[in-house]
């Protein structure tokens, strides 16, 4: 039982940072861009987060409002990476995968440098800690599984019925999917296409940088090169898995983690189990779980990865 509470309670917490990326992700391929930057935008985030806390500390000024300014912080910075990715590969047109790629290896790059440069090397910060709902958190098992974690945890859940509805039920969202869909019927409409994938973009990035700073901020409350340890790519993963709708991106995000606190909890409690395949269960999961929902998806928006360019009538 205290396993299985355990395995639990960290399934919540350690789908974060995967469920904001995916649904940041989500945003950008309904409005057919498919972003492979993500986990470069998820670096720069976590770095930039993190630096507000870490001089916040240095300087002696380190307070709770510090951490909600990094990841204020985060956002920005992942936002504006977003509308450079826009930049590349809507103004310019170029091959949104290799874009993706180039993107990923610039974040985590430059991330990993301006880390050496400003800090050094790895350094603790407070960050956000867990505090839980009072009373609620005194349940038995209950308390400990879902009310046991910070504010953070619970902002995060909330943005998928904030998700849900700014897609399926605003005037933007129908853009968005109309932009991904068809988008020359959308410009036939009077819909700015490129304007509406750039706006898809910053948002998406914002996303993106805020799971970032979840991971060094709330979870790890450090930064090193391999924090993000390929999430940015299974989060583009998970909104295939998930069709593109925020309810089951969030289900598969916590089916992932469920496999990956598995082998956490596996190692801690000694169990005779091999170390290697546990650490692989999470990434084959997902592959086989991508082989069969990929057979019969028809929700994939037709437009998905291809340029816009209202001059070409083909």
Request: hydrophobic share 55%; glycine share 12%.
């Amino acid at each position: 039982m205290i396993f299985i509470v355990n395995m639990l309670e960290l399934c919540i917490s350690f789908s974060v940072a995967l469920l904001l990326a995916s649904l940041g992700e989500m945003f950008n391929q309904r409005a057919g861009v498919f972003n492979l930057g993500c986990e470069g935008i998820m670096a720069m985030g976590a770095f930039s987060g993190m630096l507000v806390v870490y001089f916040a500390e240095k300087a002696g000024l380190f307070s709770g409002w510090f951490s909600f300014l990094g990841f204020v912080v985060s956002a920005i910075v992942g936002a504006l990476l977003g509308l450079l990715f826009g930049l590349i590969v809507v103004t310019f047109r170029a091959p949104q995968g290799i874009a993706g790629i180039g993107f990923q290896m610039f974040g985590v790059g430059v991330a990993g440098t301006l880390f050496r440069y400003y800090v050094g090397g790895v350094e603790n910060i407070k960050g956000v800690t867990a505090k839980g709902i009072p009373l609620l958190r005194d349940i038995p098992v209950i308390g400990q599984i879902f009310f046991s974690h910070n504010i953070v945890v619970y902002l995060s859940y909330l943005m998928v019925p904030i998700a849900f509805y700014v897609l399926f039920k605003t005037p933007w969202g129908l853009r968005v999917r109309a932009v991904g869909t068809h988008p020359r019927a959308a410009d036939s409409m009077g819909i700015n296409v490129n304007k509406t994938r750039y706006e898809a973009l910053a948002l998406g990035g914002a996303f993106a940088g805020i799971a970032g700073a979840y991971l060094s901020l709330s979870q790890a409350h450090l930064f090193n090169d391999t924090i993000i340890s390929g999430r940015g790519f299974i989060a583009v993963a998970l909104v295939y898995f998930g069709h593109w709708h925020p309810l089951q991106i969030m289900g598969g995000a916590m089916l992932f983690t469920l496999a990956q606190t598995f082998q956490t909890q596996v190692q801690s409690a000694g169990i005779a189990f091999p170390y290697e395949f546990a650490v692989m269960l999470p990434y084959i999961l997902v592959i086989v779980v991508l082989s069969f929902t990929s057979k019969n998806n028809k929700t994939a928006p037709l437009a998905l990865g291809v340029p816009f360019n209202r001059e070409q009538r083909t």
